[in-house]
């Protein structure tokens, strides 16, 4: 079908018969939808050794996941989730430590845009907030999906059929889209290091830059400008196998401390302690992100593809 994107591959290393294999399948939502979702995707892991696999997911967009076969045990700062097939996140400025063993998942993340359309409710309501999605009344209007998308031996033409099908009954008209896609392009652009020049770009206020921000963003302007600056940074660092940490931070950054102090804040842990555990999920679905969708990370999807 049309804007159908795909990619699967086994992990191991050598001869040895890999730990566990990740299939990750992207679907382009039609045009009407343009500038709403990161990505639809469905992504199939098969854990071949152990039970479960541990990963922590970067900073990102509001998304809602169903799951079949085994749910995740997860957890962003003070709020945590265990055993929904209906998991669902505001937009996050820190990590989501998930446990997750096979299963099968579909996925949708929400831009700005998207989250004007879809949510009544701010988003820094719901910043840094996992839940189950079913029993929250911001995104239980979506639990309809959850019959169709849990089911494991569904037809994937046809699950992503009801995804759009319950998205087109759902989406709502905004008055801000503009603004919206002012400010996400320019701050996705990374030219801008302060509010000022921020809202200088956006033609607009420093106090309408912040009331749209917060409503649809879920976060104050410094802190999008400082959580897109670290994530250009980890995604170098992932992606292109820096040695150090010092080749992979962005431009902005004044020195190497003060991209420590931020690390920290943005995943409670050190660049040295994160870069020692395994990223067994996250490393191999930002690799065919990037790959067959363009960008690594939902944080550094532009505002209209």
């Given at each position: ?38 990505s ?197 660092f ?23 102090r ?10 040295r ?9 996250l ?21 209209r593809?």
């Amino acid at each position: 079908m049309e804007g159908y994107r795909n990619t699967g591959e086994p992990t191991g290393s050598g001869s040895e018969a890999p730990a566990f294999t990740l299939h990750s399948e992207f679907r382009a939502a039609p045009e009407h939808f343009a500038g709403c979702f990161t990505s639809i995707y469905h992504m199939t892991l098969t854990v071949h050794h152990g039970d479960a696999l541990v990963d922590y997911l970067q900073p990102e967009w509001g998304n809602i996941r169903f799951f079949s076969g085994n749910a995740p045990d997860a957890v962003i700062g003070t709020t945590a989730v265990s055993g929904a097939r209906f998991v669902a996140t505001g937009p996050s400025a820190l990590p989501c430590r998930f446990t997750l063993g096979t299963s099968r998942m579909w996925g949708i993340g929400f831009l700005p845009l998207g989250w004007a359309r879809f949510f009544p409710c701010n988003a820094s309501s719901l910043a840094n907030v996992i839940c189950d999605g079913a029993q929250h009344p911001a995104f239980a209007p979506f639990d309809g999906l959850s019959q169709v998308l849990c089911d494991p031996d569904g037809d994937l033409d046809a699950q992503f059929g009801a995804i759009i099908a319950a998205l087109d009954t759902l989406m709502r008209p905004t008055p801000d889209d503009g603004k919206i896609a002012r400010i996400h392009e320019a701050i996705v652009s990374g030219d801008h290091a302060t509010v000022h020049d921020l809202a200088a770009a956006c033609a607009m206020s420093t106090r309408t830059l912040e009331r749209v921000c917060l409503r649809y963003f879920g976060f104050a302007p410094k802190l999008l400008i400082r959580r897109q600056r670290f994530m250009r940074s980890l995604t170098n660092f992932m992606l292109h196998d820096a040695a150090r940490w010092t080749e992979a931070m962005d431009a902005h950054y004044h020195d190497q401390a003060q991209f420590t102090r931020e690390f920290h804040e943005f995943m409670t842990m050190n660049p040295r302690e994160y870069a020692a555990l395994d990223h067994p999920i996250l490393a191999s679905f930002m690799e065919a992100r990037a790959r067959v969708w363009g960008s690594a990370a939902q944080t550094l999807d532009p505002p209209r593809r």
